[in-house]
């Protein structure tokens, strides 16, 4: 069985400054790790995924998250964040299906 | 169709009653997933098709729901009896399969129960 948390489920930043957000799994098997958005009114949208190999991975829209197994985290992150990042993220595990974190909501203020 | 489509957009409907949620995929995908998503929260896995495989229904709440799947097709996902805490976004995603792949989500079905 796998899981996921998400450290916060509400989170603000000024424009421009660091995009952290936390995600913890458990899973018996070695995972796959996704990050999740969903733009208002939008559906969800595949952000980046780890799979194998490099565990620095790079999505879309300047976001980036690193697989620490040690730590079991995959967290998020963005050096500079925009108005448009104003958003809900999930982090997601394949296990034997894919299960999802709660979400965190993230908040820009200008 | 060029990605997952829903339908209904909209449910609302009288405690008691029976809806049914539909599922086209993307054509090619062989696996597809049902999701709740209640008024700010999380997705709550309901049920998973994998090709011919017998699905995964550990994630369906009660016995008043049922989902089945034509072939690597349409889904429908089946509520009997609804009550209010049925209230919810139900999604539908599909994928190629393999568990590296990513999850195309449609837009969502939302369902009121008064």
């Known amino acids: 069985a796998q899981s996921v948390t998400q450290l916060g489920s509400h989170v603000s930043v000024s424009e421009g400054a660091l995009v952290l957000l936390r995600c913890n799994y458990s899973?018996?098997?070695?995972?796959?790790l996704f990050w999740y958005v969903q733009y208002p009114n939008q559906g969800l949208q595949l952000l980046l995924k780890?799979?194998?190999?490099?565990?620095l991975v790079k999505g879309i829209n300047g976001f980036e998250a690193e697989f620490k197994k040690s730590e079991t985290s995959f967290h998020l992150t963005k050096p500079s964040a925009h108005m448009s990042d104003a958003a809900e993220y999930f982090c997601?595990?394949?296990?034997?299906?894919?299960?999802f974190g709660p979400g965190t909501r993230l908040s820009v203020l200008p | 169709g060029a990605g997952v489509s829903q339908s209904p957009s909209n449910k609302v409907t009288e405690k008691g009653k029976d809806v049914e949620l539909r599922c086209d995929p993307i054509?090619?995908?062989?696996?597809l997933y049902w999701y709740r998503q209640r008024l700010g929260q999380g997705l709550e896995f309901l049920i998973y098709?994998?090709?011919?495989?017998?699905?995964?229904k550990s994630g369906l709440p009660s016995d008043r729901f049922s989902a089945e799947r034509t072939g690597e097709s349409v889904s429908t996902l089946t509520i009997q009896r609804t009550q209010q805490e049925d209230s919810a976004v139900y999604l539908c995603?599909?994928?190629?399969?393999?568990?590296?792949?990513?999850?195309?989500f449609g837009e969502g079905s939302r369902l009121t129960v008064l």
């Open positions: 997601a595990v394949w296990g034997q299906n894919f299960v």
């Open positions: 054509s090619g995908h062989t696996a």
């Open positions: 899973s018996s098997v070695p995972p796959y």
């Open positions: 780890y799979t194998t190999g490099a565990t």
């Open positions: 995603a599909s994928s190629l399969g393999d568990h590296t792949g990513e999850l195309f």
């Open positions: 098709f994998q090709g011919n495989s017998a699905p995964d």
